[in-house]
């Protein structure tokens, strides 16, 4: 520790007295006045702008409040958006199950607002009507003639059936898809158009909420027409039969070509290998041409003659 008024040494190997403080007591009555003056000031706008603040805080509505929460809810959205994962479980997939719905059909959709806007619109299904009371009027099922009919198959196919008799007949009241009915009954695009004779229920597809609608017909109805078409069920068997042996045919001729334009292939690459190759003649006994009296000797791989001298 030093003194204050000690003398500090300076380059040239001097020192330098520092100049005193003067303390508070030594000041003069007009300093003093002064320096009071200033203090009071200060101490006034200080006092100032915390009672301003306050006022700001007390007079902010509550909308204002609500539009401050928004904003920073917006924010945290914001946040939460720009949050990507890692590449490494971006193959992990999370589902909701409380924002999907059961199909009842072995499929959940997800509801969501993106594949909502993706997926199709489609118009709700009337409600089925009440059961008149005299029943005498009411239309009743062509099995069991029973007055719960399926409202469904009776508005798409034009059929009584109640959903007991349904499940029960399957050989007449199930449903068919597009690709059986032209594949198992050899009906075409055009046919199946025709919806006075074959009517079809539209269904969304259960792959993909974005694909074609599925068609589906009605066994009976399918069955019915495809008899009329080809002349009964034997008809129709031998035409499947025929069709499937032709099928079979083309299979067969198109597999026999390949196998024919590889093997030319591979004789191909065979000749072009032995054409490079080195050749050994292979040359059998002499033989004298009893005419001219030269002998000649014969390659018996290449067939390549020369004539030879006998001592």
């Known amino acids: 520790m030093t003194d204050q008024n000690e003398p500090i040494p300076n380059s040239e190997g001097g020192s330098c007295p ?3 403080t003067p ?5 003069s009555p007009e300093i003093k006045k ?3 003056e200033n203090r009071l000031k200060a101490k006034a706008i200080q006092l100032e702008k915390k009672l301003r ?10 909308i204002d409040q609500q539009n401050a929460e928004s904003t920073t809810s917006a924010n945290a959205s914001n946040n939460e958006e720009k949050l990507r994962p890692m590449k490494k479980f971006q193959n992990y997939v999370d589902y909701d199950f409380s924002k999907m719905e059961n199909t009842r059909g072995g499929f959940l959709l997800e509801d969501s607002v993106e594949n909502s ?3 199709k619109l489609s118009e709700p299904e009337p ?5 008149n009371p005299i029943l005498s009027e009411n239309p009743r099922c062509k099995e069991c003639k029973s007055v719960e009919i399926d409202y469904q198959f009776h508005r798409t196919f034009r059929i009584n059936i109640c959903k007991t008799c349904k499940e029960k007949f399957p050989e007449k009241y199930s449903l068919l898809t597009k690709t059986e009915v032209k594949e198992d009954y050899l009906l075409t695009d055009a046919e199946l158009k025709d ?3 074959l009517p079809h229920l539209s269904k969304q597809n259960p792959h993909k909420s974005t694909w074609n609608d599925m068609m589906l017909y009605l066994r009976e109805q399918v069955e019915e027409f495809s008899f009329k078409k080809w002349g009964g069920a034997e008809a129709l068997d031998k035409e499947f039969e025929k069709r499937q042996n032709e099928k079979k045919k083309r299979k067969d001729k198109k597999f026999k070509s390949k196998l024919a334009d590889l093997r030319k292939r591979t004789r191909t690459e065979e000749l072009e290998k032995n054409r ?5 003649h292979e040359f059998g006994m002499a033989v004298e041409d009893p005419e001219t009296g030269v002998s000649t000797q014969t390659c018996s791989s290449c067939g390549i003659s020369v004539e030879v001298v006998l001592f």
């Open 18 to 20: 520092i100049a005193e």
């Open 23 to 27: 303390s508070y007591s030594t000041l």
């Open 34 to 36: 002064r320096i009071e």
């Open 53 to 62: 603040n306050g006022s700001d805080r007390t007079s902010q509505t509550p």
């Open 117 to 119: 806007k993706k997926r």
């Open 127 to 131: 409600e089925d009507p009440p059961i």
């Open 195 to 197: 919806e006075e004779h």
């Open 276 to 280: 490079y190759r080195e050749h050994k």
